[in-house]
């Protein structure tokens, strides 16, 4: 795949639509990250093109199969997590390892819990909701490069050798990006973990606590239900690493359940069953031009924590509103709103590549040392502080996005769903808009990109104004109510 690159500063506005172009935004990649930013895109009117080189009706097996907090809370935002949870079985708590306990219970989220659904359920709510918005998807479609075409806008060639034009796209096409590929962006990093076999089974006899999982240091298993009577069983076996192409049998998974878990728990023949390596790598810049990466195509990790379905969900988040507010004209300066995401995603995507290699090292620590560390770690990590903080960083909840010098401390952290006069805000924030509260007294904004709410009777911070992204993260906050510093707040993130 070939391109011709975008400029890194590509200043001339992008106002509106453009009846020439194929479309305003196209996405390439209809995994979850590319289903997510498609469907925001086109709920907020943006005219919007997915290509996915699969096939129509070819299932996408994969090895994701939980939704964290934070992701449900950003489909709450969208009216479909209720639809989600219905998929699957929730954990409120569970045992990584022998010596570490995970209480969720008590997250402060309408989501106290870790949502074990496959992926494909995932996708398939996401793309209904897609579809019903408007998004235009293609599959059997394969983009094979890219080109700037001089007109502020982005071309990509198909490999039917048909032309796509939009002002905006984004790669959102996995760990073997031809959109990263094409832009000639490095991937750094390498492999943390290799020959992780993987497998879909029916059991005999189901794990107590619902899922089960364990290491010795020389073998890692982890067992746990999809809902439809499928269990997902992954493993790996510091004695037997051959080549991810060598072929994986029942009995070869079997041991090494036995060995890690104690019991195979009666695996039945497999539907699906794969060997693969994990690899660390993420790429230096999420942008280039007109083009954006998103999801695996911009970082991926070990499976550790599965918080790689979720970091690129929340990408799709990030992205969905600054791309509608650059093309709308909603901001007083488009490119450093789009030039935020950079800005405000790659040190996530840091963060869950560390976090996730942290436990992966842990659980497979087998020297003397090693362990010796692992149980120091584990003794720190017991106590309550550092257990919340890890919590938060795996479950999302506890993701914060850089505040303006002198800005409030809540400005760039996520606003739980609050309890106001007008319902509650992540319903609120349906609407695709800015959420402004403020105390009841203060005149209604009149703005087409903002839903105006008050404080609800009772104990709340009621003379305070809030201003909340499309993203549930605060853009703007102050405790001494003032119309001219409110008025400037909203004309900048939202446009005049």
Known sequence: ?????????????????EPDLDAEVIVVGAGPTGLMLAGDLAAAGVRTVLVERRPPGLSNLTRAFGVHARTLELLDARGVAEELVATGHTVTGFRPFRWLT????????????????????????????????GADIRYGTEV?????????????????????????????????STVRRALGLPFPG???????????????????????????????????PFGDGWYRVMGWDRAHQPPDDEPVDLEEIRALARRALGTDYGMGEPRWISRFHCD??????????????????????????????????????????????????????PQVLLDSYQRERYPVGRAVIRSSGAIIRMAMAHTPAQRAARLAVAGVGALPPVTRRAVAQVTGLGIAYPRRSGGHALEGRRIPDLALAEGRLYELLRTGGFVLVTP?????????????????????????ELLIRPDGYAAWASEHPDATSLRDAVAWWCGQ
């Open 1 to 17: 795949m070939t391109t011709s690159h975008p400029p890194a500063e590509d200043r001339d506005p992008a106002s509106g639509p």
């Open 102 to 133: 995970v209480d969720l219970s008590r997250l402060r989220t309408r989501f106290p819990y870790l949502l074990i659904t496959p992926q494909y359920e995932v996708e398939r709510v996401l793309e209904q909701r897609a579809r019903e918005a």
């Open 144 to 176: 094979t490069e890219l080109r700037h075409d001089g007109r502020g806008a982005v071309a990509a060639r198909t490999a039917d050798d048909a032309e796509l034009t939009a002002r905006y796209l984004v790669g959102a096409d996995g760990a073997r």
């Open 190 to 224: 390498g492999s943390v973990i290799r020959s992780m076999v993987l497998a879909d089974v029916r059991l005999d006899e189901a794990p107590e606590g619902m899922l089960a999982v364990n290491t010795d240091g020389d073998t890692i298993a982890l067992v746990l």
């Open 280 to 333: 660390e790598r993420q790429v230096p810049s999420y942008r280039r031009g007109r083009v954006f990466l998103a999801g695996d195509a911009a970082h991926v990790h070990s499976p550790a924590g599965g918080m790689g379905l979720n970091t690129g969900i929340q990408d799709a988040a990030n992205l969905s509103w600054k791309l509608t507010a650059a093309l709308r004209g909603r901001t007083d300066d």
């Open 440 to 464: 009841p007294h203060m005149p209604p904004v009149d703005h087409p990109s903002v839903t105006h709410a008050h404080w609800r009777d009772g104990p709340s911070p009621r003379d305070m």
